[in-house]
């Protein structure tokens, strides 16, 4: 069983940065892909980013590419999501999510441990 816990959300304005973290518990962290969605109010969830285990082969939504960044540290069993130049549409609880295998996707209903999510508002 995989816990996964979200910080880091807030309050920015356009044009802004934030770094969100996700802290995962149980299993091996470093051999899972780690992924972050965003699902927006009267929205579907959408992908934002994967990375997989090793830190390698991350993939990126369009709408998010050259603003954002995810990393991960395997010592801290801790998967992060740069946020530059916000824009008032990034506006979205932020979830982390992992499947516990190395398989990565860009599809919500492949994995099966998320965290609570964290509330990232971009006013503009």
């Known amino acids: 069983q995989v816990q996964l816990v979200e910080s880091g959300g807030g309050l920015v304005q356009a044009g802004g940065s934030l770094r969100l973290s996700c802290g995962a518990s149980g299993g091996t962290f470093s051999r899972y892909t780690m992924a972050w969605f965003r699902q927006a109010p009267g929205k579907e969830r959408e992908f934002v980013a994967t990375?997989?285990?090793?830190?390698?082969?991350?993939v990126y939504a369009d709408s998010v590419k050259g603003r954002f960044t995810i990393s991960r540290d395997n010592l801290k069993n801790t998967v992060y999501l740069q946020m530059n130049s916000l824009k008032p549409e990034d506006t979205a609880v932020y979830y982390c999510?992992?499947?516990?295998?190395?398989?990565?996707?860009?599809?919500?209903?492949?994995?099966?441990?998320w965290g609570q999510g964290t509330q990232v508002t971009v006013s503009s």
């Open positions: 999510a992992t499947g516990g295998t190395a398989w990565a996707t860009t599809r919500s209903t492949t994995y099966g441990y």
């Open positions: 990375i997989g285990g090793s830190g390698s082969n991350a």
